[in-house]
């Protein structure tokens, strides 16, 4: 990655008023639906105490749903409160979410998977225009500069299928797709550089599992890498038992992640785990042109059997 | 489980020849676990199952590897074995020395070494087998019978007589099959139709028999004792409880020029039919592709003129749902056609035929039509072009069959016998007449056979010519067969009136298709696989489905009859019982760690996986989690490599065991 060879524009990508009109959008949804006990909480965010920041909560009553905000600061994908890993949340009722694109695949994915039925949850859509990296300086406006890189090349922005969609999105400018270029060159390499750059990554792995405890999709009661009878994955951050782990991760996830990303923003040793993600997705694109997380599905690619499945690998 | 006893076989020598069996033995004995071992020619003998229970006495062995053939071979000899010395059948396992190891290695000491592996990693599985119970499961003693030609019948007759419900599923409007179609048959040359049509009857009368003719098989789901088949009665568009089958809508149709596919195309039908006077059942059926009245919604005639007002426009595909114990297929076969294939085919048709395009060029079930006394022609043999009485025909034979460069390797089988019979049945008609026969070999192994077809010869003046035939071509009202006598050695042509060709037999269209709803295997040519070639001929590897008929291979009419009696007994045998004892190699979910994302179910080929809620004890749900119906599991184990937690396994086949073997090696 060539990080000093590009300049970024730090113009603003979309004016205050925009996102002032989604914030207000979720509030008043979120009281309207509170107040008339419609819902017994929304997963939302409100403002985090530095400037710059904002974090995940569930709103219980209209008083706390008056200060739901969105900004580029919202970067969490709040699905995972509706997991089961996250029991007490969903202990409390039917819930209303509020969810950007990423969410929504998420969502879907949830719903497909029989986590979670559509029935028992409200779902106000936002129509973003993106978010802030993981090390985006936050003093400034989200802008080139400061904008996810899943966001640069988003095919999500307006939702689908909710319940009601917050705001209008603004003209954005065709950005630079950092994350196909970063997987173009990924694939130009021989295997065996391909393995070189996956053993470095891997090796600096220190197993904190932040990538698991963060994805929606990691909703097992118990993860495969943490039983020992028997033990298919070594839990000491070495490099088999690291190369191990984000394989299986990578594996499970195939056919199901939705590109949220936040596997990869957790990470404290900056490894490209989207990276891995972006490109099991697209060689289910190339081999059963299939998109994970656009509507629910009841079978994925990797769990149906059809009669016309290529079978030209079978020699 | 410490005492684990290792019984290596030399399978005469099967094994002993490229396997050092007691070095394997010797080495297995120093396994941790292994309280004895030992080898023996033949294990799986009388001496040799007792060497194993004395053993189990004698050293009081808790579980058993024996290393020698395929589990699929002798694994329930075994089992039993160990069952009568008193050990949990499911404690003992095979080692496969001989398929896996023996058969396919040459270098004697790779080989060795190679056994000892599959024997170590055998026995460290064993070490973890638990001690399980056979699954019982009830048999619904009805059959399913799937053809309606001669198999099919004698199948679902010999059934029903032994006091079984039988359902069976005709594709066509009648039942009868190719048999109804032959004039006559060999090597008797008794009338088809005499024979063939009560037993016909003797089906529709029949108190156990439910006959859905029209129809076609949707769906089948369940194992062996308890199928689910969904059938697809296709709209007959005339109502069979009202219709008396007196046959006015028949002769008052104005469609009356469709090409009739039971005359081979020969005769003409109207668009409301029956395919022969004598169909079973009597009903007609309308063609809706040629009716007047679906192609303009005008007419109506045959509604008009039908008294008991039997016909009925609108009505629809029905499904049926049926609860069987057993299958039956009999799907019989078609005849190979000489017309182009489609590119990719790895069948070829002939061009040098003219590709089916000379019309006096017939295959042999369009002659048998010709000389049938209840055919287009009323047994009166024409040529198709002119209606002129042929003077020399040319029968060839291996047409299609036996050609490697054409895609069909096997023999037909029935063609050196039907074409002696077409050339005695044509001379019975046509006196001056002269049949010549180009053919390969004259292949007539049964009973009266070879007899028959000397006399073609002897008696009825066929002249045989042994060589195969470069081309057909039309040259004025006559076709030229050029051909090769290699018996003297000269290039023969003939000329003409007309020309029967003894096509080869190939499986039904739509065999491959049927198999995958039953889940049974089928060759390349889509003839459907027999368990075991010589000892398991009629039953499929799918349990509780048999086999009867030209859908397995080509036969004639007594080898068909006795394959469908043989099928027939097999579905006694399994309906004599009330219970069925299944291999509890099941699938079981950890509903601890289960968190119901219901992959299981997804990839399920049984369709076993369920959901199941866990209540506590006020009813308030806990959650939901995947749970196997072990009397559907199949113990194919594609939940297991499935779930992403782990938290379904397979008996026998645990995590634990697989990962125990691997670090054993």
Known sequence: MNKTARKYESAALADEGYWTSVSQAIRQEAVRLLEQGAVAGVVGYIAGRRTGTAMPVVAATPDQAKELIFSPACVNNLALYLTKAKKEVRAKGKLAIVAKGCDLRALAGLLGESQLKREDVYIIGIACAGVYGAHADRSQPLCDATIARKCRECTVREPTDTDLVAGTLPALPALEPLEAQELARLEAMTPQERWAFWKEHFSRCIRCLACRQICPFCFCEQCLCDRNRPQSVETTPRPAGNTAWHIVRAMHLAGRCGGCAECERVCPMDIPLNLLNRKMAKELKELYDYEAGLTPQEKGPLTEYKEDDDESFIK | ?665
Not at chain 2, 551 to 572: F, L, R
């Open chain 2, 1 to 665: 489980m410490s005492r684990i006893g290792v019984f290596v076989c030399h399978c005469g020598e099967n094994i002993s020849r490229t396997v050092d069996v007691e070095k394997v033995a010797a080495e297995a004995g120093r396994l941790f676990g292994v309280a004895y071992t030992c080898d023996y020619k033949y294990m799986c003998s009388d001496p040799g199952q007792n060497l194993l229970k004395k053993a189990v006495a004698e050293h009081k062995l808790e579980g058993i590897v024996v290393a020698a053939c395929s589990p699929r071979m002798h694994e329930k000899t075994f089992r039993n074995a160990a069952k009568a010395a008193g050990v949990n059948p499911f404690l003992c396992e095979m080692a496969n020395i001989r398929e896996h190891c023996s058969w396919v290695h040459e270098d004697r000491d790779e080989a060795t070494a190679k056994a000892i592996d599959i024997v170590t990693m055998m026995v460290e599985r064993v070490k973890r087998n638990k001690k399980l119970q056979p699954i019982t499961v009830p048999v619904t003693k009805k059959a399913l019978i799937i053809g309606g030609g001669i198999a099919g019948i004698q199948s679902a007759l010999d059934i029903a007589d032994s006091g079984h419900q039988v359902v069976l599923v005709e594709r066509e409007p009648s039942i009868g099959g190719h048999m109804a179609q032959l004039s006559e048959t060999f090597p008797t040359l008794d009338c088809s139709q005499c024979i063939m049509t009560p037993k016909m009857v003797d089906v529709v009368n029949h108190p156990n028999i439910t006959l859905h003719t029209y129809a076609e098989i949707e769906a089948v789901e369940g194992y062996i004792g308890n199928f689910q088949v969904k059938v697809r009665k296709k709209a007959r568009s005339v109502d069979m409880a009202k219709c008396t089958g007196c046959g006015v809508c028949m002769a008052k149709c104005p469609q009356k020029k469709i090409p009739n596919s039971f005359d081979k195309n020969l005769g003409f039908r109207p668009a409301i039919y029956v395919p022969f006077p004598q169909a079973v059942p009597n009903t007609p059926v309308i063609d809706r592709e040629n009716c007047t009245w679906f192609k303009t919604g005008k007419c109506g005639v045959c509604q008009k003129v039908c008294g008991p007002g039997a016909v009925d426009y609108t009505q629809e595909d029905e499904i049926v749902v049926e609860q069987v114990g057993a299958v039956v297929v009999a799907t019989g076969f078609q005849l190979y056609d000489i017309g182009p294939k489609p590119a990719g085919s790895a069948i070829e048709g002939y061009g040098e035929f003219g590709y089916g395009t000379i019309p006096d060029v017939i295959d042999g079930l369009t002659f048998e039509r010709l000389a049938s006394a209840s055919g287009p022609t009323g047994g009166k043999i024409v040529r198709p072009s002119d209606g002129a009485e042929p003077k020399s025909v040319v029968f060839v034979q291996c047409v299609g069959s036996r050609a490697r460069e054409k895609g069909i390797s096997y023999c037909s089988k029935i063609c050196c016998m039907y074409t002696a019979k077409h050339t005695m049945l044509y001379k019975h008609k046509v006196h001056d007449g002269q049949a010549y026969v180009f053919f390969m070999d004259a292949r007539t192994p049964g009973k009266g056979y070879d007899e028959f077809w000397r006399r073609s010869i002897e008696e009825e003046e066929a002249v045989y010519i042994r060589g195969m035939v470069s081309r057909l071509y039309q040259k004025g009202d006559k076709v030229v067969v050029m051909g090769s006598d290699v018996h003297i050695g000269v290039q023969v042509e003939i000329e003409a009136d007309l020309v029967v060709l003894a096509t080869a037999v190939q499986p039904r269209e739509g065999a491959d298709t049927l198999a995958q709803k039953l889940g049974i295997s089928y060759d390349k040519y889509h003839f459907y696989s027999e368990a075991h070639a010589k000892l398991r001929p009629v039953e499929c590897a799918t349990a509780g489905i048999y086999l009867a008929g030209a859908c397995q291979g080509p036969k004639d009419i007594p080898d068909t009859v006795s394959q469908a009696s043989a099928a027939a007994a097999k579905v006694m045998t399994l309906f004599a019982r009330n219970e069925l004892e299944r291999e509890p190699i099941v699938a079981k979910v950890n509903e601890r760690f289960c968190v119901g994302c219901l992959a299981c179910r997804k990839v399920c080929p049984y369709g076993a996986v369920e959901e199941k809620e866990i209540r506590d004890r006020s009813g308030n749900l806990i959650k939901v989690v995947a749970y196997v119906n072990p009397g559907v599991c199949g113990g194919c184990g594609t939940c297991q490599a499935t779930c992403p937690s782990k938290s379904v396994e397979l008996d026998g086949y645990t995590d634990e065991q697989i990962m125990a073997m691997i670090e054993a090696l």
